[in-house]
Structures are given as C-alpha cells and as structure tokens.
C-alpha cells in the first residue's frame, strides 16, 4: 500500500475522529514540499550550482529551480540577480514517496537522533526541517560529493493550526521528541 493510499483509508478517518471534525475535507493534508539549499559559494565558482541541480535532482526525483538573489548585498558581495540558491517543489505522486523516504529511511538514519522538536511544527501547521548533510539520502554517492551542504525541507499543510499540524505529522509516522 502507498503512503498516500495508507492516508487516505486510515490516516484521514483517525484525524476526523480525534479532531471532532464535521467535515471529511476539514481533515488536514499535505500541499507540498519544499527543498531548498542555499548555494552563497556559486557567486565565486558557477560549477557549483551543477552539482548541487544534480544532487538535488536525484534526492526529489525532479529538476530543481535556480533562485537568484532579489537585492544586492555588499557584505556577502552578492549583486542582484546573482544565483544564490536552489529549490524543488514536489507535488502529489512525487511528494508522497518523497515523504515515506524521509519518514521510514532519511531519519532513521540520522546519527544520534532522539526525535524531531515540536516547535519545528509552525503555528500554521507546517514542518520545517533542517539537514546538515545532503549524504543522509541514499540516492546521493558519498564518493561524488565535492563538499557536505545543508538542506532544508518544508512540507506545507492546510492544518490550520500548530495542534492539527502535529496530529497529522505523528499519525504519518513523524517521530516527535517525547516531552
């Protein structure tokens, strides 16, 4: 059974019910995912921002924007319209099985792991997720890495609130830290 097959038969019945909704479309469920990593070295060497399309490509299943800087920064010597960063926005099919990859394999292998904080759910439901390492993810060859770069992941949900957010997120399978 697919992640998003085990949501829509078990997952959305347990929301509604522990929830009180009145509603089967008031059950919250995910819009998007978001990947992102900020490439700030690609203004000095453009080779970089291949190789991070690429691993980016083979971590989503998906070609990844380039994002480019919107004002100018002197500090940083980023001028306008420079290529700063790169992101993927994954929807339907793709962001399920990125979301099961994540959740039964990406952070089991995280070394030293004792769950995700709650305050990484947000006030409007969504998760932020932080990683210091694109190597986490199977696909990703450690000996074609030219150097370690972080990620971050935002999964975006219509849970209105911080409450149904995190309801969501533990019934996906989201390990939580016990408090």
């Known amino acids: 059974m697919t992640f998003k097959d085990h949501y829509n038969s078990e997952i959305k019945k347990k929301l509604i019910a522990e929830l009180k909704l009145k509603n089967v479309m008031e059950a919250p469920r995910i819009l998007k995912i978001v990947l992102n990593v900020g490439v700030g070295e690609a203004v000095s060497n ?10 980016l490509t083979t971590i989503s299943g998906q070609k990844p924007v380039v994002t480019r800087a919107r004002k100018s920064v002197s500090a940083f010597k980023i001028r306008k319209g420079l290529p700063i960063g790169v992101k993927v926005t994954l929807r339907n099919e793709r962001m399920f099985s990125f979301l099961e990859k994540l959740v039964r394999i ?6 030293d ?3 995700i904080q709650e305050k990484n759910v947000d006030q409007n439901g969504n998760l932020n997720l932080g990683f210091t390492e694109q190597t986490i993810f ?7 890495v030219d150097k370690i770069r972080g990620l971050e992941v935002t999964i975006v949900t219509n849970a209105r609130d911080h409450q149904r957010g995190k309801k969501l997120f533990e019934l996906l399978g989201v390990p939580f830290k016990k408090s």
């Open 138 to 144: 199977p696909e990703i060859d450690f000996d074609k």
């Open 113 to 115: 792991f004792r769950g």
């Open 46 to 55: 453009k080779n970089v921002l291949d190789k991070v399309v690429e691993q």
């Open 106 to 111: 990406v952070i089991p292998r995280l070394r």
